[in-house]
């Protein structure tokens, strides 16, 4: 079974808006529509600059946008808080300790929940 | 993940060979046009499409790539195309890509009950279902003196997917 979601959907919504691939690369600030080409491939992604861009253009948020790359760091990230709770089991307990790994492990179901609602 | 969510989230490729060159559509989860268009090839038409579909299929790593079934008893599709269908199918066994062959009445009667409409009337159809995508390019009705209009192939790739999906559900 191939990957659940894309890296990116910009071709998508660049073709439902009109708009070539050098248009985008202007109003992104490229040089030549071989830059959106790259994006739109899975080639290359783009810096943050461009990534804000193209929420600018495409008046959708980024994590809409780059839905693949977004979810791969959203499981990155609950890893890391996975990882950041064991720690924080070893600390000692207080308020700030309590707080602390009530975010963590709300940031580490974030990948669950995400992939319970798709 | 469920079966339910692991339906919605098929990726399907569809390449719908045409005299000029191919329409092709990327549809993710029988709800959400990907991609869609139509590529021209001139010099040898097999060679070229079989190169860009490679690399559309590279590209998307789709999980099923479906393709008109040139070899159907209904099917009136020209020698070259029949080979062309040979040719992606076997590009995509050796890509480990699923490949899943629709026939003409098969398209159609996942439109119409009785399996009885035309490419205009799928087109239609398909124009409605997604507007955004599809609703500025579906051409004018044919006339029968003129020739087919290029955007078609759009809508035939379009139709190919969305019909293997309703199968697929069933």
Not at chain 1, 59 to 84: N, S, W
Not at chain 2, 60 to 72: G, I, K, R
Not at chain 2, 123 to 131: D, I, M, N, S, V
Request: hydrophobic content about 40%; aromatic content about 8%; charged content about 30%.
């Amino acid at each position: 079974m191939a990957s659940s979601q894309l890296p990116n959907y910009l071709r998508a919504h660049r073709k439902r808006l009109g708009l070539s691939q050098d248009e985008v690369a202007y109003l992104l600030g490229a040089k030549s529509g071989t830059k959106t080409s790259r994006y739109e491939r899975f080639v290359r992604e783009p810096g943050f600059r461009s990534a804000l861009a193209c929420e600018a253009v495409f008046q959708r948020p980024i994590r809409e946008l780059f839905a693949g790359l977004y979810g791969q760091i959203e499981r990155d990230v609950a890893g890391r808080a996975k990882q950041l709770v064991l720690r924080s089991d070893r600390m000692k307990s207080g308020r700030q300790t309590a707080r602390k790994r009530e975010t963590l492990q709300r940031i580490a179901a974030m990948d669950f929940k995400r992939a319970q609602s798709q | 993940m469920t079966n339910q969510n692991r339906r919605r989230k098929e990726l399907i490729l569809a390449i719908a060979p045409s005299s000029r060159g191919f329409g092709f559509a990327v549809l993710e989860g029988g709800k959400t046009l990907v991609d869609w268009g139509v590529k021209s090839v001139t010099g040898d038409k097999n060679v070229v499409t079989l190169k860009k579909a490679e690399r559309m299929v590279a590209d998307y790593n789709p999980s099923v790539l479906v393709l008109n079934d040139a070899a159907a008893r209904d099917s009136r599709r020209s020698r070259r195309v029949q080979e062309l269908t040979k040719k992606i199918i076997a590009m995509a066994s050796t890509g480990k890509v699923k490949v899943a062959l629709l026939s003409r009445n098969q398209v159609m009667r996942a439109f119409f009950a009785d399996g009885r409409g035309t490419k205009h009337a799928v087109a239609r159809l398909l124009a409605k279902r997604f507007p955004e995508e599809l609703g500025h390019r579906l051409p004018p009705k044919r006339k029968p003196w003129v020739s087919e209009d290029y955007r078609m192939g759009i809508f035939d790739a379009v139709a190919l997917a969305v019909s293997h999906f309703l199968y697929w559900r069933g």
